[in-house]
């Protein structure tokens, strides 16, 4: 009888748990440089100031995963939060409306403007970084007519404030300050990797990112799935607008620009394939927070801003090659 070699199946490097493993890594051993490098770094004041500047870009992140997961971008994610807060802003001090009604309106607001770009890069077979850098310029000029460039204040709406930086956590631990902001991100990042792993949503958009044209023929209405994704994005740009208005207590119209990049870095630093077909919500924390631990740490050790900003673009070069390479070996 022949017996044949056992063989021991051994992880590749380019699998996404491994991927996911060098992510979390790499977020422990900045923390430990930082807490070497500074007492101050790893004081429970500044983890909590980590986390809070975690939660905007990383609710934006959490959405821009869904749409890189299908070979996609959508550069408008920073300004639609944007318009968002001041959609939000208008309805809740000058309509007048209860202030539930004004969430929700701002996050609608969010998911129509996702619609929009769905619309043109799936029907009009517009390339989504055109279609989306489009969306980008007419919401930044809609927010800027509709609030006549003046901030919105939500003085005479003191709750508003509290959706991100009152604490829910001390009125159960007393003394626990922590801001509801990074309860609503860790909760929208759980509701956000069901829909990814657990529900049809996930399984076409991974389907749309790793072959589209079988997928389609496959007999599933593509258009219509890109549709959906993009205007669930358009969802987490509205809840990031929410949450960014309560923390500023205002609707800032001049503000987003830029928020688009830190979301892509930190989806790209989690180890989401730009060319489509990978990805996890897991990973897209990850990235976020190592992206806020860096700035951070940095800032503590009195790193000049503008070298800051240099080695954060390293940071994001270097997660880009380590994709091309992981493509290679696939």
Same mark, same amino acid.
């Given at each position: 009888?022949?017996?044949?070699?056992?063989?021991?199946?051994?992880?590749?490097?380019?699998?996404?748990?491994?991927?996911?493993?060098?992510?979390?890594?790499?977020?422990?051993?900045?923390?430990?440089?930082?807490?070497?490098?500074?007492?101050?770094?790893?004081?429970?004041?500044?983890?909590?100031?980590?986390?809070?500047?975690?939660?905007?870009?990383?609710?934006?992140?959490?959405?821009?995963?869904?749409?890189?997961?299908?070979?996609?971008?959508?550069?408008?994610?920073?300004?639609?939060?944007?318009?968002?807060?001041?959609?939000?802003?208008?309805?809740?001090?000058?309509?007048? *409306?209860?202030?539930?009604?004004? $969430?929700?309106?701002? !996050? /609608? +607001?969010? %998911?129509?403007?996702?619609?929009?770009? @769905? &619309? *043109?890069?799936?029907?009009?077979? $517009?390339?989504?970084? !055109? /279609? +989306?850098? %489009?969306?980008?310029?007419?919401?930044? @000029? &809609?927010?800027?007519?509709?609030?006549?460039?003046?901030?919105?204040?939500?003085?005479?709406?003191?709750?508003?404030?509290?959706?991100?930086?009152?604490?829910?956590?001390?009125?159960?631990?007393?003394?626990?300050?922590?801001?509801?902001?990074?309860?609503?991100?860790?909760?929208?990042?759980?509701?956000?990797?069901?829909?990814?792993?657990?529900?049809?949503?996930?399984?076409?958009?991974?389907?749309?990112?790793?072959?589209?044209?079988?997928?389609?023929?496959?007999?599933?209405?593509?258009?219509?799935?890109?549709?959906?994704?993009?205007?669930?994005?358009?969802?987490?740009?509205?809840?990031?607008?929410?949450?960014?208005?309560?923390?500023?207590?205002?609707?800032?119209?001049?503000?987003?620009?830029?928020?688009?990049?830190?979301?892509?870095?930190?989806?790209?630093?989690?180890?989401?394939?730009?060319?489509?077909?990978?990805?996890?919500?897991?990973?897209?924390?990850?990235?976020?927070?190592?992206?806020?631990?860096?700035?951070?740490?940095?800032?503590?050790?009195?790193?000049?801003?503008?070298?800051?900003?240099?080695?954060?673009?390293?940071?994001?070069?270097?997660?880009?090659?380590?994709?091309?390479?992981?493509?290679?070996?696939?």
């Amino acid at each position: 009888m022949t017996t044949w070699p056992v063989t021991k199946k051994i992880m590749p490097i380019h699998s996404g748990a491994t991927q996911k493993l060098l992510a979390f890594a790499s977020l422990i051993m900045l923390v430990a440089i930082f807490s070497l490098g500074s007492s101050n770094f790893f004081q429970f004041d500044n983890i909590v100031a980590i986390m809070l500047s975690t939660a905007v870009i990383g609710v934006l992140a959490l959405g821009s995963t869904f749409v890189i997961i299908t070979s996609g971008i959508d550069l408008a994610v920073g300004t639609v939060m944007t318009f968002s807060s001041v959609m939000a802003g208008v309805m809740i001090t000058t309509w007048h *409306l209860p202030m539930p009604f004004g $969430i929700i309106g701002g !996050i /609608a +607001t969010g %998911a129509i403007c996702g619609c929009m770009s @769905g &619309l *043109l890069v799936a029907k009009m077979k $517009i390339p989504p970084f !055109i /279609a +989306t850098l %489009a969306m980008m310029m007419v919401t930044k @000029g &809609l927010s800027l007519v509709i609030s006549g460039t003046k901030p919105i204040y939500f003085n005479d709406t003191p709750a508003f404030s509290q959706i991100s930086m009152g604490s829910v956590m001390s009125s159960i631990i007393p003394g626990l300050e922590i801001p509801n902001a990074i309860l609503i991100f860790f909760g929208v990042a759980i509701i956000a990797s069901i829909l990814l792993s657990k529900t049809i949503i996930g399984r076409y958009n991974f389907a749309l990112g790793s072959n589209e044209e079988s997928t389609r023929l496959s007999g599933v209405n593509v258009d219509y799935w890109k549709i959906v994704i993009y205007s669930l994005t358009g969802v987490f740009s509205g809840i990031a607008g929410i949450m960014m208005a309560s923390r500023l207590n205002s609707a800032q119209p001049a503000l987003g620009s830029g928020y688009e990049l830190e979301a892509i870095a930190a989806v790209v630093i989690g180890g989401t394939s730009l060319s489509g077909g990978k990805g996890s919500i897991l990973g897209t924390v990850i990235g976020a927070l190592i992206m806020s631990v860096l700035t951070n740490g940095l800032r503590i050790l009195s790193v000049k801003q503008e070298w800051q900003t240099v080695i954060v673009g390293l940071v994001v070069v270097l997660a880009v090659y380590a994709d091309m390479l992981r493509r290679r070996k696939n």
